[in-house]
């Protein structure tokens, strides 16, 4: 394992300081591993593999070589591990964009584009020393042959590879959304969460859809309305009726 330490001082918090790895386990647990009250907010654990990626809901993040996968740090205002990976959703479709996909979010935060999956975020609040710490996980199919992901994988995923047919070098694209995220993080920390929560629903492609939501206590169907100032998604279901879903795994239908 070889680690190389990038300095970027022009940036406010976020991407500061960058540790990239060749390999890790996976950058989460990486930065988990090490958290202690002096590693800098913002920091930024970025590698080229990972051979234990993780996924939402336990789930495997597949993480080949020519994929981007990073994590970030944040020490936010209050237990906001979830709404910031809402939030940061933001910055990763303004980067997806930039570099020529017209990406949106599927409820909570998956980057898609066609109904087809390019990105996905993993964010977990962790107590360290009565210290509330947020780790944002971010994977981005950049330069990834889809066909060579696991085959449950593969036919809902993209990758800008597919997509732009142009190579586009992950430190560019993790230099263009740390500039956007570093901004979107100041944003959080000076407005009201109810402000940043409209930008989100206005890119959030599950509101409008007809959807089956996989929860904890079985599958909704409805279509999808709204998300709440809180974050969650509100779908009406078949009967009518408006369902808070705080968790869950949203299928947009056709
Ligand atoms: C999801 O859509 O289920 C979330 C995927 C998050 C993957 C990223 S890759 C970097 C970071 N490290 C991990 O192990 N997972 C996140």
Request: glycine content about 10%; hydrophobic content about 40%; aromatic content about 8%.
């Amino acid at each position: 394992m070889t680690l190389t330490e990038i300095d970027a001082p022009h940036r406010a918090v976020v991407g500061r300081k960058i540790w990239h790895y060749d390999v890790v386990e996976s950058t989460n647990d990486t930065l988990k591993e090490t958290l202690a009250p002096e590693l800098p907010e913002g920091l930024v654990v970025w590698a080229d593999r990972q051979a234990a990626g993780r996924g939402r809901h336990g789930r495997a993040w597949a993480s080949p070589a020519g994929g981007l996968y990073f994590s970030i740090l944040l020490r936010p205002k209050a237990a906001h591990a979830q709404l910031l990976g809402l939030f940061l959703g933001l910055p990763l479709v303004q980067a997806l964009r930039h570099f020529g996909v017209l990406a949106g979010l599927k409820w909570p935060n998956d980057a898609v584009y066609q109904e087809r999956k390019i990105a996905g975020i993993l964010s977990e609040g962790v107590y360290r020393s009565e210290v509330y710490h947020v780790i944002v996980g971010i994977g981005v199919n950049t330069n990834v042959d889809v066909d060579r992901l696991p085959p449950d994988v593969r036919e809902h995923a993209t990758s800008l590879k597919r997509e732009v047919r142009m190579y586009v070098a992950n430190e560019e694209f993790l230099d263009y959304f740390l500039g956007k995220a570093d901004e979107l993080y100041s944003r959080y920390l000076n407005t009201p969460v109810p402000i940043l929560m409209k930008d989100y629903r206005g890119q959030c492609l599950t509101i409008g859809r007809r959807v089956a939501v996989e929860t904890p206590k079985g599958t909704i169907t409805g279509r999808g309305y709204d998300i709440t100032a809180e974050g969650a998604l509100v779908v009406v279901d078949e009967g009518g009726a408006k369902r808070e879903i705080v968790d869950g795994t949203v299928q947009h239908l056709a």
